[in-house]
Nanobody, 127 residues
């Protein structure tokens, strides 16, 4: 089992940058593929980005491709999401999620594929 705690959210203006962090504790972080999801007011939770255990593979939603970068530091048990050129449409609660897997080079876009979730951090982008 792993516990996940997100941080780094806040209120920014359009065009600004933020870096979210997700600190993991419990079972070894390196056994989990990781993902970021977000949920805007009145909408369902949606995929943002994912990264394999080894960090060798990453994937992004089309809406954030080229603006967001997912990374991880297995030595620090931490997942990151660098968000650049933020837009008001990026306003949401951002969640990190972990998926236990024996495969070091896979990740998933699917919410149901993740076993553990953090509590979320609010990102608000003003126009």
């Amino acid at each position: 089992q792993v516990q996940l705690v997100e941080s780094g959210g806040g209120l920014v203006q359009g065009g600004d940058s933020l870096r979210l962090s997700c600190a993991a504790s419990g079972r070894a972080f390196s056994v989990y593929a990781m993902g970021w999801f977000r949920q805007a007011p009145g909408k369902g939770r949606e995929f943002v980005a994912a990264i394999s255990r080894s960090a060798g593979r990453t994937g992004y939603a089309d809406s954030v491709k080229g603006r967001f970068t997912i990374s991880r530091d297995n030595a620090k048990n931490t997942l990151y999401l660098q968000m650049n050129s933020l837009e008001p449409e990026d306003t949401a609660v951002y969640y990190c999620a972990a998926r236990a897997t024996s495969n070091s080079d896979t990740y998933t876009y699917s919410l149901s594929g993740y076993d553990y979730w953090g509590q979320g951090t609010q990102v608000t982008v003003s126009s």
